[in-house]
């Protein structure tokens, strides 16, 4: 998943099962994850050790880590099994939650929140029939959430509602199968 605006692109993985009512409607629910992390250092010092090897020695200055979990209800309308590469289009509702976590080394502050709020989902793509009900399958998809908590400000001494956007689009690769 790439998320609009500057941050990294972060690793997704998932699941979704569904009851394939007729050849090209499924209905069913899913859940993603999506993990981001990462770390800022400062180079202390390098040094050369036995054999020539350099060694670096660092210093952690941050660390920040983002778990996104959006639990999916789907419908999904897919081209006719018989063809060679099926074309797929779903869509779903879902809520979802996100745990963020930082810590800055220098000043000692931690940072840890909950969000949570409604989203959708949409994407597109085509699956390769291999035997059976089983295919590998591609797809492009577009993720779209406003998720919200509220704190309490000291400074104006009243609640106020926090927002990240967890809009953006990504590409999911997988094996898709039936019983």
């Known amino acids: 998943l790439d998320p609009d605006g500057p941050a990294d692109a972060g690793f ?4 979704r099962g569904g009851q394939q009512i007729d050849d090209v409607f499924q209905i069913g629910l899913g859940l993603d994850w999506r993990n981001k992390s990462g770390r800022s ?8 050790g036995p054999g020539g090897e350099t060694i670096i020695v660092r210093r952690d200055i941050s660390r920040y880590s983002s778990n996104l979990f959006p639990a999916l209800a789907y419908i999904q309308l897919s081209g006719p ?3 060679t590469l099926v074309p797929y289009v779903g869509a779903a509702a879902s809520w979802q939650v996100l745990f963020l976590q930082a810590d800055d080394f ?7 929140a909950t969000f949570d709020g409604f989203g959708w989902q949409l994407w597109g ?7 059976g009900r089983s295919r590998l399958m591609a797809e492009l998809f577009m993720n779209q959430a406003d998720l919200n ?8 001494g009243q609640d106020i509602r926090e927002t990240v ?12 199968w039936g019983f």
């Open 12 to 15: 997704v993985a998932g699941f």
């Open 41 to 48: 250092f400062e180079t202390a010092r390098e040094t050369i």
């Open 81 to 83: 099994s018989h063809l």
């Open 106 to 112: 220098t000043t000692g502050e931690t940072f840890d």
């Open 125 to 131: 793509g085509a699956a390769l029939p291999l035997s």
């Open 149 to 156: 908590r509220d704190v309490f400000d000291p400074v104006i």
């Open 165 to 176: 956007r967890a809009d953006g689009i990504g590409a999911r690769f997988g094996m898709s």
